[in-house]
């Protein structure tokens, strides 16, 4: 099907057969949800071991009680499991409770409130705050600008990370840019992998932004490979240190994709100087995080090895679904001008653009079909989408069938939209 030379005729006749394609998957009364990229029931029960594991031995490494207060950066051997995550030394490590987006939202809180290295530091100070935000990128970092009031500003995203050219110009351009979020390997929800090269001149940035400028490094997916030999991210605190500017950057990494969802670990790393503000704010809200829960983990993951293997038992499990995205989409669109998507080899998305002007009613007719989808823009700041292109496709938590029976739908109504604006056009 192609759209572009097609006359207003056969746009009609395919809107007929499409609509009464659509009708009969109605009929069905459908009930299925494609919009979170959330763990299966299936990859949750890979850590029930986590259960009982620790047989009432609640001594730490270095004899540490911990069911007792205290230990606010984590315990040792927590943060081996962190370095493990994402590739650093524990030294650099602070390990806090189960979500990494509470600390991202803590840390921009501390960043703004209070600054990182002293109150004169404090982006409050600034008549204008601005972060940039790689499109499409992941909701919930914006919403933490939203909250913080930080104004946010979009750059593509490329095949190999953000559009450096554009990041740079920007903040030579702009001193009120006091950040970037960025999800280097398997961002969301594109799933591209930063080249070294992409990452070596974010490692710059420092060098030409604003002392209290800070790149927000959203390790999300570091250890989430759907293939073996799977594409490495070179390490961004190594391009820091070759380039004097360690204190630009903060990482971020949790276990909540890898364990148990809403009961895991999550990890900053950052240099010392960025450790000491970080700590500072959170002594005056925490007496110390959740060291039963770190010493849960590390019993259960004790080292780089037991992870991969851990994490090979997840990618057994997802594979097949995102298999059966992809193979709907090549089947159905391949060779066509209906859409453009990415094919991951590691997170838990799949990114697709329909024509321009057909996401928001792509999904409004899978909605009405029984497919929940994540609303259209919700990939953009402040939800806009300003060519309503993209959308989300998450197909971890359905089952395998189910994801088939979703895509078929999902397909009938990219066609039953983009027809549909065609005619709009010619009518």
């Known amino acids: 099907m192609q759209l572009n030379n097609a006359s207003l005729e056969q746009l009609r006749s395919w809107e007929t057969e499409l609509s009464a394609a659509y009708e009969s998957i109605k009929a069905k009364k459908l009930n299925l949800d494609l919009t979170r990229g959330k763990p299966s029931s299936e990859q949750l029960d890979l850590s029930d071991a986590l259960d009982g594991i620790l047989q009432g031995n609640y001594t730490a490494a270095d004899g540490t009680d911990t069911r007792n207060y205290g230990g606010l950066d984590g315990l040792p051997e927590a943060k081996q499991l962190g370095a493990h995550i994402m590739g650093v030394e524990p030294a650099n490590i602070l390990v806090g409770g189960s979500s990494s987006l509470t600390l991202m939202f803590q840390v921009a809180l501390t960043a703004y409130l209070f600054g990182l290295k002293d109150a004169a530091s404090a982006w409050k100070n600034e008549p204008d705050v601005k972060f940039l935000c790689p499109v499409p990128g992941y909701d919930r970092h914006f919403t933490i600008c939203e909250q913080l009031g930080i104004k946010m ?243 971890s938590v359905p089952t395998v069938p189910e994801v088939v029976g979703a895509m078929e739908v999902f397909v009938t109504c990219v066609k039953l939209a983009s027809v549909r604006n065609a005619i709009a056009k010619l009518a």
């Open 153 to 395: 500003v979009t750059v593509p995203m490329t095949a190999t990370g953000p559009d450096m050219d554009k990041v740079e110009s920007m903040i030579k351009a702009d001193a009120s840019i006091k950040g970037i979020w960025c999800v280097p390997k398997y961002s969301n929800p594109t799933g591209v992998v930063y080249s070294n090269e992409a990452v070596d001149r974010i490692a710059k940035l420092g060098l030409i932004a604003s002392a209290n400028f800070r790149v927000f490094w959203d390790n999300a997916y570091s250890v989430h490979d759907l293939i073996d030999h799977a594409p490495e991210l070179s390490s961004i605190l190594d391009a820091c240190r070759r380039n004097g500017t360690e204190d630009s950057v903060i990482q971020f990494a949790s276990t909540s994709k890898i364990t148990q969802a809403g009961a895991g670990v999550a990890f900053i790393a950052a240099s010392a100087a960025n450790l000491t503000g970080i700590k500072k704010a959170l002594s005056a809200c925490t007496i110390g995080p959740d060291k039963v829960n770190q010493i849960r983990h590390t019993r259960f993951l004790p080292d780089r090895t037991a992870l991969m293997n851990h994490m090979k038992k997840h990618a057994n499990l997802l594979n097949p679904r995102f298999e059966a995205v992809l193979t709907a989409l090549n089947n159905a669109f391949a060779g066509t001008d209906l859409g453009a998507w990415e094919k991951p080899v590691g997170g838990y998305f799949v990114s697709f653009d329909t024509r321009n002007n057909c996401a928001k009613e792509t999904v409004r007719l899978a909605a009405e079909a029984g497919v929940k989808l994540t609303p259209a823009g919700a990939t953009f700041p402040y939800g806009k989408d300003p060519e309503d292109r993209n959308i989300r496709i998450a197909p």
